[in-house]
């Protein structure tokens, strides 16, 4: 701070005399040391640079002129403190900062890796950084400015077919076989028309998947799309095969998408799939009961089962918080004891929107959703109602699917896998 002082008080001359002879000074003083100065390169990068770049798995070939440096990035590390660390200039920090395509950057997640490419003068000359699995980003300088540009990296879609039977749980058996969080939540999507995932898995229930996994490698790194998929719940069969619109029908053609979700709640939550809530929560008693009681953690989302609009969204002493939605054909829907509710009288609601979190007000002994499905006035059993269909294919529609589908069929209709993963989910049951 007292230089500082003292070099401000000098005359505009002077302070630039100062200025060079101190950059001359601070050159030569970090000539023979290690000390790592910003802008300036350390010995050992003059050193390195004048090498030849080591060839590693570097996506561009690198020319024996450029010092290849490879950086990962740490926790609350920016783009900022990276380029300080590597001693880059803070004018290309700023221009690769204001450059279109840069955005990438200013994402960076811990355990990431950043290389750099410096030219024999020490300054940056091009900066390649996989931010996803698919996606990199390479930034080079052109004459005076930098260019920057996105490429596709090459991965390798395998197709895989797994199965498991359920012994404890749903999650564990499909990780059991092989399959990632995002396959387990899409395959419990694909059936959450048809299944109560939350209530309905019995041990004993079986599964098997069609599906793409992608490979760099011969290393995982992304889950695909599940092609076909089979889920035996309680005896019955159901069958879904993917179409060429992204959605999925049975074999013969009908949408799995249905007006209703079989259950508001996402089985995620439920922590036991295999304690049905026979007794009342208030009474301890088994009585009949007019609708479903799903037990999860205060706080868990709760989803419109259908779309529709919101009728009724109150608090009494009873319902606790409620919501009620009217769907089309005569249908309601009623969710009670909720913590909050987040949909007001009279707004439009779609299927899996949140509409409030499950929580214990109103009437009740401990946390749940009281759930009631309501057909022209009279209380229905959700979980085993035929809900009214949506769309079904038709036509040349229906024959390209059937021709599509006949091989996807054939994979879960072979008789025994005789997978490993089968085994290791025995072992685990
Ligand atoms: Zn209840």
């Known amino acids: ?3 500082w002082h003292a070099f401000n008080s000098l005359s505009f001359w002077h302070r630039r ?13 970090a000539w023979p040391s290690q000390h790592q100065q910003p802008r300036t390169l350390t010995p050992s990068e003059i050193a390195t640079a004048a ?19 490879r950086v990962t990035v740490r926790r609350g590390d920016n783009m900022g403190a990276i380029f300080q660390r590597m001693g880059i200039a803070s004018t290309d920090l700023h221009q690769i900062d204001q450059l279109d395509g840069s955005d990438p950057l200013r994402m960076l997640q811990p355990g990431q890796e950043l290389t750099f490419k410096f030219n024999q003068q020490g300054e940056l000359h091009s900066l390649y950084y996989p931010h996803s699995v698919e996606q990199a980003l390479k930034i080079r300088r052109q004459a005076d400015a930098f260019v920057a ?13 797994t199965e498991g039977e359920i012994r404890s749980s749903f999650w564990g058996a499909a990780v059991a076989a092989g399959m990632t969080e995002d396959q387990i939540m899409d395959l419990a999507a694909i059936f959450g028309w048809d299944i109560d995932f939350a209530q309905d898995l019995q041990p004993g229930d079986r599964f098997r998947v069609v599906y793409q996994n992608k490979f760099r490698d011969d290393e995982r790194v992304a889950s695909g ?29 009908k949408a799995m998408r249905k007006s209703f979700l079989r259950a508001p709640v996402n089985f ?3 922590s036991s799939n295999f304690n049905p809530r026979r007794l009342h929560p208030v009474t301890g008693k088994i009585r009949p009961h007019n609708g479903i009681d799903y037990v999860a953690p205060v706080g868990t989302p709760i989803m419109a089962a259908g779309s529709g609009s919101v009728v009724a969204a109150g608090y009494n002493q009873f319902n606790g918080n409620y919501v009620f939605i009217k769907h089309a054909g005569n249908y309601v829907t009623k969710y009670l004891h909720l913590t909050k509710r987040t949909v007001n009288k009279g707004q439009r609601v779609k299927q899996g929107q949140t509409i409030g979190t499950l929580g214990g007000t109103g009437r009740v002994t401990g946390a749940h959703l009281h759930y009631e499905f309501v057909v022209g006035g009279i209380h229905k059993n959700p979980r085993t109602l035929t809900l009214p269909q949506a769309d079904t294919l038709t036509g040349r529609e229906l024959a390209n699917f ?19 993963q089968r085994q290791e989910s025995d072992r685990r049951g």
């Open 17 to 29: 005399w100062v200025l060079i002879f101190s950059i001359m000074v601070m050159m030569l003083a």
């Open 149 to 161: 540009r996105s490429i596709t990296l090459a991965l390798d879609t395998r197709e895989q077919v």
């Open 402 to 420: 059937k021709r599509l589908a006949a091989p996807q069929l054939a994979k879960l209709n072979q008789p025994d896998l005789q997978l490993a």
């Open 51 to 69: 090498q030849p770049a080591l060839s590693g798995d570097e996506p561009s070939s690198a020319p024996p002129r450029y010092t290849t440096k």
């Open 1 to 3: 701070m007292v230089i």
């Open 225 to 253: 799309d599940i092609l076909a998929a089979e889920f035996v719940n309680q005896g019955v069969t159901y069958r879904a095969i993917l179409h060429e619109d992204d959605n999925y029908y049975t074999p013969e053609g």
């Open 268 to 270: 995620k939550y439920i």
